[in-house]
């Protein structure tokens, strides 16, 4: 099946540093990524839509300064953090569509998530 | 109200048990269901999807849509211990869109 991998596991940073979160499809090619954050014992909360050689997408009430979010490859978009905060700890997490649908994103595949937390 | 609702829970069956999850949405342009299940502190595994009305089969896994009352089900024969997870529904119109989560409701199968 398809595999979506991220980078890091989870991750400790300092108040005000940036931190960068790689997400990779490992054995397909994807056109679309998806970036979520998730609270505990809460839902899944689409925060920017990743096209791959074009700008993000992100939702209402995402800061595209906060969160920069690069796709420079078919199989690479990463998650940058700047400025992070205490509130910005999160579980993190990227998916990208499947490989037998091309532009839908009903069928996602969702990499492992990235724990930050902020002191 | 939220596109797609569903029960938090936790809801705790003994092994064996057949487990019936549920939720309701309220977009009518959602065509694509999914069912998704998240381990604790991993990312979530499509489990199964379906398009439009109907059942869908697969192993213990059985999901159900209904539009006409806008429902989602799924069932779990059964129930296994490494069932025990948050089951998260989900609703897609199709398209370029963006997919819509319930909260997920937490399951916990008892040996």
């Known amino acids: 099946g398809a595999v979506v991998s991220q980078h890091p596991s989870r991750v400790i940073c300092k108040s005000g540093t940036s931190v960068k979160i790689e997400c990779r499809s490992l054995d397909f090619q994807a056109t679309t990524m998806f970036w979520y954050r998730q609270f505990p014992k809460q839902s899944l909360m689409l925060m920017a839509t990743?096209?791959?050689?074009?700008?993000?997408?992100?939702e209402q009430g995402v800061e595209k300064d906060k969160f920069l979010i690069n796709h420079a490859s078919l199989t690479l978009s990463t998650l940058t953090v700047t400025s992070a905060h205490p509130e910005d700890s999160s579980f993190y997490i990227c998916?990208?569509?499947?490989?037998?649908?091309?532009?839908?994103?009903?069928?996602?595949?969702f990499g492992p998530g990235t724990r930050l937390t902020v002191t | 109200q939220k596109e797609v609702e569903q029960d938090p829970g936790p809801l705790s069956v003994p092994e064996g048990a057949i487990v019936s999850l549920n939720c309701t949405y309220s977009n009518s342009a959602f065509q694509y269901f999914m069912w998704y299940r998240q381990y604790s502190r991993k990312g979530p595994e499509l489990l199964m999807y379906t398009y439009s009305s109907g059942n869908k089969e697969d192993g213990r896994f059985t999901a159900q849509v209904d539009k006409s009352s806008k429902y989602i089900s799924l069932f779990i024969r059964d129930s296994q211990p490494s069932d025990s997870a948050t089951y998260l529904c989900a609703g897609h119109s199709g398209g370029y869109q963006k997919v819509t989560f319930g909260t997920g409701t937490k399951l916990q199968v008892i040996p």
């Open positions: 990743s096209n791959e050689g074009s700008k993000a997408t992100y």
């Open positions: 998916s990208a569509n499947g490989p037998d649908i091309q532009g839908a994103a009903y069928e996602q595949y």
